[in-house]
């Protein structure tokens, strides 16, 4: 809705889908069409893990510097394999790790609405859902991919195993559930410049829907 001046509110979006459904490139296109802001939960809660910052104090002061590797950084991989091995140990993780990342975002969704100055202000997390960011965003985006691509994504950048990659779909949201959470679907099934026309068409029909004119 516009304000009292006529002026658009920036609109927060939730971009969210499966591990290997390609958000990261989806989150590129949109950083080229639109005039917007994008922060991705995983690069936020690694950047708040760094010495000195909130998350690293808070671990450090409950794991102790076993945790720690020989830089003086917290390991993520030995940190990972404790908290998949201890249930309670991933409850405190989580404890201090979402409440950091989800104050940070608070803070960037305020700072942008003062300046209005941007269209959009894009939040990527494959946990979206899970971690109630729905709860800040004005709409979440679902982007969608086959199994089938998914798997050949994931082996190729990243190694992974096909016995790997079904263990990871299986702890994550089914494609219903996206979609039923979800206000809009950018198939990302298709070649680059498809779904570059995809987003462009999604993201004009949104800026007439919010009162910001189209481009």
């Given at each position: ?17 499966g ?17 917007c ?24 002061e ?61 939040i ?50 089914s494609?219903?559930?996206?979609k ?16 570059r ?19």
């Amino acid at each position: 809705m516009p304000t009292e001046d006529g002026k658009a509110f920036m609109r927060v979006i939730g971009i969210t889908g499966g591990v290997g459904s390609g958000k990261t490139s989806v989150l590129k296109i949109l950083e080229k069409e639109s005039s917007c802001r994008t922060i991705v939960a995983d690069e936020t809660a690694k950047r708040l893990q760094e010495p000195g910052q909130t998350c690293y104090i808070e671990l450090t002061e409950a794991f102790g510097e076993d945790i720690l590797d020989d830089d003086g950084r917290i390991d993520r991989a030995g940190l990972a394999h404790l908290i998949f091995e201890d249930d309670k140990a991933r409850e405190k993780v989580n404890s201090i790790i979402h409440p950091a990342v989800n104050k940070y975002i608070t803070d960037v969704i305020n700072e942008e609405r003062a300046k209005e100055s941007i269209e959009f202000l894009f939040i990527e997390a494959a946990l979206l859902i899970e971690c109630g960011y729905d709860r800040i965003c004005d709409e979440l985006w679902y982007v969608y991919a086959s199994e089938g691509s998914r798997r050949k994504r994931l082996r190729e950048s990243r190694g992974y195993s096909d016995e790997k990659i079904s263990a990871m779909f299986s702890s994550q949201l089914s494609e219903d559930e996206f979609k039923d959470h979800c206000a809009e679907i950018i198939d990302n099934d298709m070649d680059e410049e498809a779904v570059r026309g995809q987003i462009r068409q999604l993201l004009n029909r949104k800026r007439r829907e919010f009162g910001f004119g189209e481009c």
